[in-house]
Nanobody, 115 residues
Framework: QVQLAESGGGSVQAGGSLRLSCAAS????????MAWYRQGPGKQRELVGS???????NYADSVKGRFTISRDNAKNTVSLQMNSLKPDDTAVYYC?????????WGQGTQVTVSS
């Protein structure tokens, strides 16, 4: 069974950094776009950033210049480096990927930024 598993969430003060990682496992034939989404308290889930297999990235305006998404195709992983964190970045962060032609979600990891 194909699964996505996130790690690296936690609590940090404003201005700090965190790095999230997500690993895909199971019978994987191909992984196309990989992405990170987030859902803050009382908010809808939103796209944070995405990366194609070839490395083309796309970011939400709210995180441009602060967050960097990267992936390792050999290891089937995607990471999100988050710098200059703000309290508004507090959310559950979800990994999302097109694996074998099916979009899948991870279970989510909590990121809390205190002022």
């Amino acid at each position: 069974q194909v699964q996505l598993a996130e790690s690296g969430g936690g609590s940090v003060q404003a201005g700090g950094s965190l790095r999230l990682s997500c690993a895909a496992s199971g019978r994987i034939l191909s992984i196309n776009v990989m992405a990170w989404y987030r859902q803050g308290p009382g908010k809808q889930r939103e796209l944070v950033g995405s990366i194609t297999r070839g490395g083309t990235t796309n970011y939400a305006d709210s995180v441009k210049g602060r967050f960097t998404i990267s992936r390792d195709n050999a290891k089937n992983t995607v990471s999100l480096q988050m710098n200059s964190l703000k309290p508004d970045d507090t959310a559950v962060y979800y990994c999302h990927a097109d694996i074998n032609g099916v979009f899948r979600w991870g279970q989510g990891t909590q990121v809390t930024v205190s002022s």
